[in-house]
Every structure is written in C-alpha cells, then in structure tokens.
C-alpha cells in the first residue's frame, strides 16, 4: 500500500532563506511522486513530479526535489524564500493502475509562511 | 477557458436545498475525480471517472450522487447536506486513470451548510 508523511503541519522562514519540506513516502512498488502547491481560495498546481528518470527534479517557480530511495523520500527545496511562496504544500504517491485505476494519495500538507 | 474550470465557486445550502457542483475540463483528458478538502484533514477522494464510467466510489454518502454525461463534465449533485459536508470541493482531470498520470485541479466550489 503507499501512503505520505508530511514532517511538520507548519513550517517558517525569512525571505530569502532556505525552503525545505519535508516528504516520506511507502510504496510497495517503484512510485511516482508529486508536489502540489495551493494558495488561499485556489486549487492544487502541480510544482514537479518524479517518474524515476532524474532523482532531482526541477518544477517551477524555483523549486526542486530529490528522489532519495535509500532513506524514501522526496523533500522540497528552494533556495531563497519569496514572500509570494507562503501557501500549502502537498506531496503525493501515486498508486498503480488497476482494475479501480491510479490515483494520487497525499500528505497532509504543510503551510509554509515567509517572514519579511 | 483553459484547464478545469469548476462552478459555482461559493454555495450556501440549507440541508433541505438540492444543488449541483459543475466541472469542465478543457484539455482532452479521460478521467475527472471529485475530492472533498476539509480543514486540518488530508483530501479526501470521492469518486473517478475514466470514460465516463464511474470506476471509484470511497464509501460516499448517497447524498452525495456524481454525474458524468462525457469526459469534458461532471457534476456532484447534491441533496440534504449535513453541516459537516462543508468542504472545500475540488475537481481534478487525468489523461487516463489506469496510469501514474499527474492530475489537474480545478479552482474548486467552497461549500457551506446551514
């Protein structure tokens, strides 16, 4: 079965810091994973995905995340926090095809504020 | 229009109203899901689509009845809510649902019960 932990509801940093959000993933097949990024009173927007070509992937708005098998898991990193990253963070597995079809299992999200 | 588009995008219901939830998706995709968001809780899928056959159910109450006439729109109608079913509603499109596709999400319906 998979399933994702999200360390930490909340997490705070200056603008300008290190971002850094937390995923561990279980999966009892090679998964594919995602980071979903949503702001106050909108949907989820896809910011990268792994489907085990590059451990590191790149998404957009600056961010990037690495595929570490040995320790299962997929961490969200950015380099320099902008104030416009403050919103909620989701990190997902997804479960294989079958005869009920994939479908995506997420964390519980953490809402990443940033700090003037 | 672009992406999923979901309307209305507020509802204030009584638990005796029926209403219905719209979603459209305007990129050719075969499988739609509705999933309910509520506070301090994971999402919480509620049922999938793939070609207009409806292919997951997650134990949802039958007051909650989905509705898919093609694999552009789904509806959740809607019909003697409880105040506990206010949620955010958000619907999400797949190229297919049988794959690891990534999905597509809609702004989303925030739902009140009265």
């Known amino acids: 079965a998979q399933s994702v932990t999200q360390l930490g509801s909340h997490v705070s940093v200056s603008e300008g810091a290190l971002v850094l959000l937390r995923c561990n993933y279980s999966?009892?097949?090679?998964?594919?994973l995602f980071w979903y990024v949503q702001y106050p009173n909108q949907g989820l927007q896809l910011l990268l995905k792994?489907?085990?070509?590059?451990?590191l992937v790149k998404g957009i708005n600056g961010f990037e995340a690495e595929f570490k098998k040995s320790e299962t898991s997929f961490h969200l990193t950015k380099p320099s926090a902008h104030m416009s990253d403050a919103a909620e963070y989701f990190c997902?597995?997804?479960?294989?095809?079958?005869?009920?079809?994939?479908?995506?299992?997420f964390g519980q999200g953490t809402e990443l504020s940033v700090k003037p | 229009e672009t992406g999923v588009t979901q309307t209305p995008r507020h509802l204030v219901m009584g638990m005796t109203n029926k209403k219905s939830l719209k979603c459209e998706q305007h990129?050719?995709?075969?499988?739609m899901y509705w999933y309910k968001q509520s506070a301090k809780k994971p999402l919480e899928l509620m049922f999938v689509?793939?070609?207009?056959?409806?292919?997951e159910n997650n134990s949802v109450p039958s007051r909650f009845s989905p509705e898919c006439p093609n694999s552009s729109h789904l509806f959740l109608h809607l019909h003697t809510l409880q105040p506990e079913d206010s949620a955010l509603y958000l619907c999400?499109?797949?190229?297919?649902?049988?794959?690891?596709?990534?999905?597509?999400f809609g702004p989303g319906t925030r739902l009140t019960v009265t």
């Open positions: 990129l050719g995709h075969n499988a």
């Open positions: 689509y793939s070609l207009e056959e409806r292919v």
């Open positions: 999400a499109s797949s190229p297919g649902s049988r794959s690891i596709y990534e999905q597509y």
């Open positions: 997902a597995v997804s479960r294989p095809g079958g005869n009920q079809g994939g479908k995506l299992i």
């Open positions: 792994y489907t085990s070509a590059a451990t």
């Open positions: 999966s009892s097949v090679p998964p594919y």
